[in-house]
């Protein structure tokens, strides 16, 4: 097998694949981008208050921890293109609440509205942790990671940029609108997907939901696994910080300079191109111990905002933990692939798990950003995120095994 990434090879095998579930995906990432940037401030605008709006917002992550419990079982044997149309039709539900909402702005709205989006994300990991773990061999795991993060993070920079055009220029009714139709453009190539896919979809019956067994195989795994969640648990606060904190330091520096606006686009934009680079790099050994020292790298950089007040220098720094990220999030996720797949039919546990972690991140992410800026600011507050970055690596490279290994004895008794 080919390690490098062939330009070529794209309209072939599971590169062909990757390239047009990215493509699909796109398209429903601005429809989110459109709406991640326009959500915080239409609910804080309607309730008045800040820490409500946190609240709410911090709702959908918790519904999404509660996803992530009970879809190992009910989605164990549903295969990967309906857990997609799942995905698509659940972001599209979400679209239609938040339409109702522009109309009649009610907390209860707000928390349908954000439950239905923790569900979403929930089926976006399981399935694209399905098609990967179960499609793409060990070899070019990472590459396609890779590939479908580049597509992601600029749907994510053109999102709010759009989404901030239309919200001033057209109002907010046409910003959830455009959501929309982005998302159905999705669906649409997820329907010539499936009419090229010749393959039957038939699935098993789900299993009966048990949440006790649901968190003993967590425990189990988390055992064995403790590093790499670790890592996203840390790369997923910082990354909450971003979203969070970041826009307001962000919106600090703008007042010093137009151009100071730029700190969190500048933090996103990287992964549009270093996706490129990973693939070609075509890693598929020691991808935990890399991951953990680009990890390390980004809390250095972090920490030399400290001593300085230049933006030149926030958006630099900006730019490179951006950069050292994008390494680090693809060579995780082909971690969890690898993973996945040698758990089998019970790989959807691990899933889980890797989701809730996330769902963790960006739940504790923002309260914990938030408390800390109120004792040192805004900047302040990436220097100590960056410290707590070079703690947990240097101790994740001293700690971490060469290769984890799982109780498979026990990983086939789950299905009795």
């Given at each position: 097998?080919?390690?490098?990434?062939?330009?070529?090879?794209?309209?072939?095998?599971?590169?062909?694949?990757?390239?047009?579930?990215?493509?699909?995906?796109?398209?429903?990432?601005?429809?989110?981008?459109?709406?991640?940037?326009?959500?915080?401030?239409?609910?804080?605008?309607?309730?008045?208050s800040p820490l409500l709006m946190g609240i709410i917002i911090?709702?959908?992550?918790?519904?999404?921890?509660?996803?992530?419990?009970?879809?190992?079982?009910?989605?164990?044997?549903?295969?990967?293109?309906?857990?997609?149309?799942?995905?698509?039709?659940?972001?599209?539900?979400?679209?239609?609440?938040?339409?109702?909402?522009?109309?009649?702005?009610?907390?209860?709205?707000?928390?349908?509205?954000?439950?239905?989006?923790?569900?979403?994300?929930?089926?976006?990991?399981?399935?694209?942790?399905?098609?990967?773990?179960?499609?793409?061999?060990?070899?070019?795991?990472?590459?396609?990671?890779?590939?479908?993060?580049?597509?992601?993070?600029?749907?994510?920079?053109?999102?709010?940029?759009?989404?901030?055009?239309?919200?001033?220029?057209?109002?907010?009714?046409?910003?959830?609108?455009?959501?929309?139709?982005?998302?159905?453009?999705?669906?649409?190539?997820?329907?010539?997907?499936?009419?090229?896919?010749?393959?039957?979809?038939?699935?098993e019956p789900a299993e009966r939901v048990n949440l006790l067994?649901?968190?003993?195989?967590?425990?189990?795994?988390?055992?064995?696994?403790?590093?790499?969640?670790?890592?996203?648990?840390?790369?997923?606060?910082?990354?909450?910080?971003?979203?969070?904190?970041?826009?307001?330091?962000?919106?600090?520096?703008?007042?010093?300079?137009?151009?100071?606006?730029?700190?969190?686009?500048?933090?996103?934009?990287?992964?549009?191109?270093?996706?490129?680079?990973?693939?070609?790099?075509?890693?598929?050994?020691?991808k935990k111990k890399l991951a953990e020292i680009f990890m390390?790298?980004?809390?250095?950089?972090?920490?030399?905002?400290?001593?300085?007040?230049?933006?030149?220098?926030?958006?630099?720094?900006?730019?490179?933990?951006?950069?050292?990220?994008?390494?680090?999030?693809?060579?995780?996720?082909?971690?969890?692939?690898?993973?996945?797949?040698?758990?089998?039919?019970?790989?959807?546990?691990?899933?889980?798990?890797?989701?809730?972690?996330?769902?963790?991140?960006?739940?504790?992410?923002?309260?914990?950003?938030?408390?800390?800026?109120?004792?040192?600011?805004?900047?302040?507050?990436?220097?100590?995120?960056?410290?707590?970055?070079?703690?947990?690596?240097?101790?994740?490279?001293?700690?971490?095994?060469?290769?984890?290994?799982?109780?498979?004895?026990?990983?086939?008794?789950?299905?009795?």
């Amino acid at each position: 097998m080919n390690r490098k990434f062939d330009v070529g090879g794209l309209l072939k095998g599971y590169w062909g694949r990757a390239v047009m579930l990215s493509v699909m995906l796109f398209f429903v990432f601005v429809g989110d981008g459109i709406l991640s940037d326009w959500v915080p401030s239409f609910i804080q605008d309607s309730v008045n208050s800040p820490l409500l709006m946190g609240i709410i917002i911090s709702f959908s992550s918790l519904v999404g921890f509660g996803a992530d419990l009970v879809f190992p079982q009910l989605l164990k044997h549903v295969k990967t293109r309906k857990v997609l149309l799942m995905a698509i039709g659940s972001s599209l539900v979400f679209c239609g609440v938040l339409l109702w909402s522009v109309a009649w702005p009610l907390v209860v709205l707000f928390l349908l509205a954000m439950g239905v989006w923790g569900i979403y994300y929930e089926f976006l990991g399981f399935g694209g942790q399905a098609f990967v773990s179960e499609s793409v061999p060990i070899t070019a795991r990472s590459g396609v990671w890779a590939v479908m993060s580049a597509f992601r993070s600029l749907a994510y920079f053109i999102g709010p940029i759009l989404g901030s055009y239309l919200a001033l220029s057209k109002g907010d009714y046409w910003v959830v609108v455009s959501a929309i139709v982005c998302v159905a453009l999705g669906y649409l190539i997820w329907v010539i997907m499936g009419r090229s896919n010749r393959e039957p979809i038939v699935d098993e019956p789900a299993e009966r939901v048990n949440l006790l067994k649901e968190i003993q195989h967590w425990w189990t795994l988390s055992e064995r696994v403790w590093p790499v969640l670790a890592i996203s648990l840390m790369m997923g606060v910082v990354d909450a910080t971003y979203w969070t904190t970041g826009t307001v330091f962000s919106d600090n520096l703008a007042k010093q300079t137009w151009w100071g606006g730029l700190f969190l686009p500048l933090y996103t934009l990287p992964m549009v191109f270093v996706g490129v680079v990973i693939a070609r790099w075509g890693v598929y050994k020691g991808k935990k111990k890399l991951a953990e020292i680009f990890m390390l790298v980004s809390g250095l950089l972090l920490v030399m905002l400290g001593p300085s007040d230049s933006v030149v220098v926030a958006l630099t720094v900006s730019l490179l933990v951006g950069t050292m990220l994008s390494v680090s999030w693809p060579l995780t996720d082909a971690v969890y692939s690898d993973i996945v797949s040698r758990m089998g039919s019970e790989g959807k546990h691990m899933v889980g798990l890797s989701g809730s972690t996330l769902s963790v991140a960006y739940i504790v992410g923002p309260i914990l950003a938030g408390l800390i800026s109120q004792f040192v600011g805004e900047k302040n507050t990436f220097v100590v995120m960056g410290t707590m970055m070079i703690l947990v690596s240097a101790i994740l490279l001293a700690v971490t095994p060469k290769k984890i290994k799982l109780p498979q004895i026990e990983i086939k008794t789950w299905s009795n």
